[in-house]
């Protein structure tokens, strides 16, 4: 079993944003905000999807420096 920098019930919701949500949402803003006249609607979407790169990069380096932890030692 690993030993992570986060929680695994953390590392899944994040992975579950990063991967999911955040390009899912930034689609979503990206076709129905210019229908509606909203302005900046790139700004937005390049904020989420910006924020989807950021969320895999800290749960990558969670992924990186985890380290194996012998479960047959524990006291």
């Known amino acids: 079993m ?3 920098l986060i ?5 899944q919701v994040l992975k579950w944003v990063g991967l999911i949500a955040c390009p899912a949402v ?3 803003v990206g076709a129905v905000l210019p229908a509606w006249g909203i302005p900046n609607v790139d700004a937005v979407v390049l904020t989420l999807n910006s924020a989807g790169v950021l969320i895999g990069a800290l ?9 194996q932890v012998d479960e047959g ?3």
């Open 59 to 67: 749960i990558g380096v969670s992924a990186a420096t985890s380290r």
């Open 7 to 11: 929680p695994n019930g953390l590392y």
């Open 26 to 28: 930034a689609t979503f």
């Open 2 to 4: 690993k030993d992570y």
């Open 73 to 75: 030692n524990e006291q």
